[in-house]
């Protein structure tokens, strides 16, 4: 009986993204070979890129580089596969696309407030930071200051760097207590 391979068939943009992602995450792929198709079996190895026909990954490897998103250099029989600066831009708008605040078991009792001041001439930064913040469930206590009750740490941080935020335009703070917070409570669906 002959063996079948079934391959999850996925929207292009879905493995343009794998591949920027796992680019991202290493700064550059070196592959020990002249072959094309053995950068492709490297890739395959990780669980994300499994489930893609090798033909289906070289493609969108050639789309990539056409596009000028990564760069691919062949130096001493090694490959170098790259993100330029317009796939890193590319990358970094992936991860924060993907961005997700986890929900403990139990909370710690602890806000994470986030105040920001950012100039009318980053506008437009702005108002993305404030549609993002809402996005990862932050809730307003005022025009610039939004609440969560979540670790956020690292979200907030990355969101910084993103958008360029330096210290004094963006702020964090952790508080045990904000004052009258049942109503807070109530909308985040925690304890009373």
Known sequence: MAKYKYYFKKPR????????KILAASTIVCVASTSPYFTISLLRKYKTF???KKKRIY???YKLRKQGLIEINNKNHQIYIKLTEK?????????INDLKIKRPKKWDKKWRIVMFDISQLKKAH??????????????????????NPFKCCDEINLLR??????EKELIMVTAEDIGRDSQLKRDFKIEL
């Open 87 to 95: 796939g890193k831009k590319k990358a970094g708008w992936l991860q």
């Open 59 to 61: 493609d969108h490897f």
């Open 13 to 20: 943009s879905e493995i343009l993204k794998d591949i920027l």
């Open 161 to 166: 760097d993103f958008f360029g935020l330096t």
């Open 50 to 52: 499994k489930k893609y």
């Open 126 to 147: 702005r108002e993305a930071f404030r549609g993002k913040l809402k996005e990862l469930g932050f809730i307003p206590l005022q025009k610039s200051v939004w609440v």
